[in-house]
């Protein structure tokens, strides 16, 4: 198995836990992979469905991947407010050694945005967290797979027709029309 590349998109969480006995709650995520911990930006939205729309990658070492029966994507949510109830939300564990397995057979895996349960500190669930998952197999194609996306967002923009006629030079246009006039 090679090393490879695992991009996790936060997208939203919904039904969660309102941990504040006042105000309105801030979340944020702490996203643990193997050895790896990223944290999140503060959510936008309201408590009902907090948003976060954000990409992490981690580097998977090729020990990473033979391994990856055992491993998990941890996803803890957090809220911001620390002077009343606030802290540990609730969590939701991902397996994700079938996504790093079928995505070294295939070379690159997809998995859209799916709905995990959030679990609280007595073992209860209470909402759910949405996650989508991408598996490069090697590192060389994820840098070039995102290569050219970039590439593809510098192109140039489309114009309207009127806005190219108007870089048509002036005198292409009257040379073209007394030459129709004239004979």
Not at 95 to 116: C, D, F, L, M, T
């Amino acid at each position: 198995m090679n090393a490879g590349v695992l991009e996790v998109l936060l997208v939203n969480a919904k039904g969660i836990k309102h941990t504040n006995l006042v105000g309105t709650p801030s979340y944020y995520v702490v996203i643990e992979c193997g050895t790896q911990s990223q944290r999140s930006k503060v959510s936008s939205g309201k408590h009902e469905k907090p948003w976060w729309n954000e990409k992490f990658i981690f580097d998977l070492s090729t020990f990473d991947c033979k391994n990856s029966t055992h491993l998990n994507l941890k996803c803890r949510i957090m809220d911001t407010r620390l002077f009343t109830n606030g802290g540990f939300v609730g969590e939701a564990e991902i397996y994700i050694g079938g996504i790093i397995s079928e995505g070294n057979e295939r070379g690159y895996i997809e998995i859209k945005p799916s709905a995990y349960n959030v679990v609280l500190e007595d073992d209860t669930y209470k909402g759910q967290i949405k996650i989508g998952f991408k598996f490069f197999a090697k590192k060389e194609k994820y840098v070039i797979e995102k290569g050219e996306f970039i590439a593809e967002e510098k192109k140039e923009p489309s114009h309207s027709i009127c806005g190219s006629i108007w870089r048509i030079p002036w005198w292409k246009i009257f040379s073209n029309w007394f030459r129709i006039e004239g004979g």
